[in-house]
T-cell receptor
Framework: DVKVTQSSRYLVKRTGEKVFLECVQD?????MFWYRQDPGLGLRLIYF???????EKGDIPEGYSVSREKKERFSLILESASTNQTSMYLC?????????????FGPGTRLTVL | TQLLEQSPQFLSIQEGENLTVYCNSS?????LQWYRQEPGEGPVLLVT?????EVKKLKRLTFQFGDARKDSSLHITAAQPGDTGLYLC??????????FGKGTLLTVNP
């Protein structure tokens, strides 16, 4: 079974802090994603990585950056957290980008920015 | 930008009732997936439909992909409390991105 783990289930940070969210997968998948999930807005793609050190912006990359130094690890960075970044953050991974491939999700990190 | 409209947004029913959730778009998708998300967890894939008109069954759940590959439905027969959760449809267009609907929060009361 694919296992996708996220570093924290709950996180509380203050406005202006630098925040790191980490995602680790154990199935050697090339592709990893970061989404945020908000009530009434669904899941929105922040960033996507298709290989080590390779990344593409998703639909809402503003205020975020990412790092993928190792294949199994994909980090989401909030350089200066703001209250509008309070959200559920979900990491996902998939083995290939074929249309029928499943995305495997981690359990999510609920981030609150005060 | 491809959009997926999912309805209803909320659904609260009694155990044993039937229900249908709809996912509609003006765009054509190469495939459409349905995920279920339980509280405190990430979404888990239920099914992928690829061919227009395709129908797939998963126990009491029936999934249909529209002939034009622009819409899909999920029908649950004799719902049980264990079916409670957030149901998400997600369509894949011509690139790698999945476009998610906003979800249907289903509550099945005993």
């Amino acid at each position: 079974d694919v296992k996708v783990t996220q570093s924290s289930r709950y996180l509380v940070k203050r406005t202006g802090e630098k925040v790191f969210l980490e995602c680790v997968q154990d199935m050697d998948h090339e592709n990893m994603f970061w989404y945020r999930q908000d009530p009434g807005l669904g899941l929105r793609l922040i960033y996507f990585s298709y290989d080590v050190k390779m990344k593409e912006k998703g639909d809402i990359p503003e205020g975020y950056s990412v790092s993928r130094e190792k294949k199994e690890r994909f980090s989401l960075i909030l350089e200066s957290a703001s209250t509008n970044q309070t959200s559920m953050y979900l990491c996902a991974t998939t083995t290939s980008l074929k249309s029928y491939n499943e995305q495997f999700f981690g359990p999510g990190t609920r981030l609150t920015v005060l | 930008t491809q959009l997926l409209e999912q309805s209803p947004q909320f659904l609260s029913i009694q155990e044993g009732e039937n229900l249908t959730v709809y996912c509609n778009s003006s765009s054509v998708f190469s495939s459409l997936q349905w995920y279920r998300q339980e509280p405190g967890e990430g979404p888990v894939l239920l099914v992928t439909v690829v061919t227009g008109g395709e129908v797939k069954k998963l126990k009491r759940l029936t999934f249909q992909f529209g002939d034009a590959r622009k819409d899909s439905s999920l029908h649950i027969t004799a719902a049980q409390p264990g079916d409670t959760g957030l149901y998400l449809c997600a369509g894949r267009g011509s690139n790698y991105k999945l476009t998610f609907g906003k979800g249907t929060l289903l509550t099945v009361n005993p």
